[in-house]
Structure formats: C-alpha cells, structure tokens
C-alpha cells in the first residue's frame, strides 16, 4: 500500500525543517555570566505600589503639640551616691553561727532551734483562739448535758406519800385482805380437783402479798412511790 499524499507530506517535511535542525544548531551560544540564574527569579511578581497623592499627606508641624512633654536627661552621679549611701547605712549584722567540731564545720544558730525565738513573740504563752472557743463549747455541751440528766432524773423521781394517802391506802388493802380472806375461808376443806387446788394456792399468794404491803406501808413512815 502506498499512500497518494507520501509525495507531497515529503516535499512539505523538506521544505519547512532543514536537515540539521533534528539534531540541534551546529552552535549554541554561551550565555553571559552577568545573566546568572538568582533566587526567586522565577517567582512571580507583584505590580509596583501606586503612590499616594501628595495631597492626601499630612504636613508636619513645626509647632509641638499642646500635651507635649520634652524628656529632661538628668546626669545622676552614681559614685558620689553610693558613696554616701555606704557612709550612712547602717552596718550589716552577721549572721550567728555555731561551731561545734574542732574542724570548723559551723551552721547557723537561728533555724537550728537553739536559740529562743518564740519566746519573744507577743503572743507567746496565750491560749490560741480556737482552743478558748473548743473549750467555751465543751462546757456548754456539758452543762446542758447536765440540765437534760438531771430533767430525766427529776421526771423518774420518787413520789412521797402524804399521810392521808398513806390511810387511805391502808384501809383499801385491809378491805381487799378481808375480802380475799372471806373467799379463802369459803373454800371447800377437800380439794380434789386439780382447779382447786389450784384456786386455794393463788389465794393463799394473795393474802400473803397483801399482808406483806400492809406491814411494810405500816412500819415505815415515810413512803415513796416510783413513776414507771
């Protein structure tokens, strides 16, 4: 297969592009050494700042302004000041110390506790605050603990008999001994049930009990009852 345009795309091939041009010009030229390759060269570059109008300025002033304070430079002599300052200073104190090896080795008297230093406080020797207001509480504590007791005691206290009361309370124990003794005195003589038998004890118990309080609430003068 030959192409019909192979003769013409051939003449345009030779007429546009010389032979030597595939492989480069014969020679190159050298470029100057002013025209070296610098930093940032290649970057690109913002347009150059329009000036301003000279209208739109503010004209200095050649007067100051009215809050304007000028700085006064005073020379200070330091040496004829420090001098005096060392002539009417009070002369530092050394620091107590205490040696106590044959070496030398010393270490200051103040923090090691030997010397009295709370002693000489104003408030040496008084009791702290809190310790008086503890103190204060503790006693209040105690005393109504006291009041409350002695409120409980008075309430649970014994209660004195008057004499009438004591008669009167008498006479109603011998009445209820002189009914007990009467049903006592009613009982059959042969008990031969067991409820009986039963019956006669509790009633024996009875006048027992009842002529205990009677002999006891008759031989004392005095009598006191306790409220449960």
């Known amino acids: 297969y030959i192409a019909k345009l192979r003769a013409y795309v051939k003449h345009e091939a030779e007429k546009n592009k010389s ?4 492989m480069g010009p014969a020679k190159v030229a050298v470029p100057s050494p002013n025209d070296f390759l610098q930093k940032h060269s290649k970057e690109p570059k913002l347009a150059p700042r329009k000036k301003e ?20 430079r005073i020379k200070k002599n330091f040496i004829n000041r420090n001098a005096v300052a060392v002539i009417t200073g009070v002369p530092k104190k050394p620091q107590p110390f205490c040696v106590d090896t044959r070496q030398g080795d010393k270490y200051l008297l103040e923090p090691s506790g030997l010397c009295p230093k709370y002693i000489k406080k104003k408030d040496y020797g008084v009791t702290p605050k ?7 509480e503790i006693k209040k504590e105690e005393e109504e603990y006291k009041a409350s007791v002695l409120e409980q005691l008075k309430k649970r206290a014994m209660k004195h008999l008057s004499d009438e009361e004591k008669k009167n309370i008498v006479q109603a124990l011998k009445k209820n001994w002189e009914e ?7 009982l059959p003589v042969i008990t031969d049930t067991r409820y009986k038998k039963m019956h006669r004890e509790e009633l024996e118990l009875k006048l027992q009990q009842l002529e205990h309080d009677i002999e006891a609430l008759e031989k004392h003068e005095g009598v006191y009852i306790a409220n449960k």
Do not use: A
Not at 19 to 22: D, H, L, M, P
């Open 53 to 72: 109008p000279d209208s739109k300025k503010l004209s200095g002033l050649s007067v100051p302004g009215r809050t304007y304070r000028p700085v006064i």
């Open 180 to 186: 007990t003794n009467r049903e006592f005195q009613c």
């Open 130 to 136: 809190y310790v008086t207001r503890r103190n204060v």
């Open 19 to 22: 032979k030597w041009k595939t």
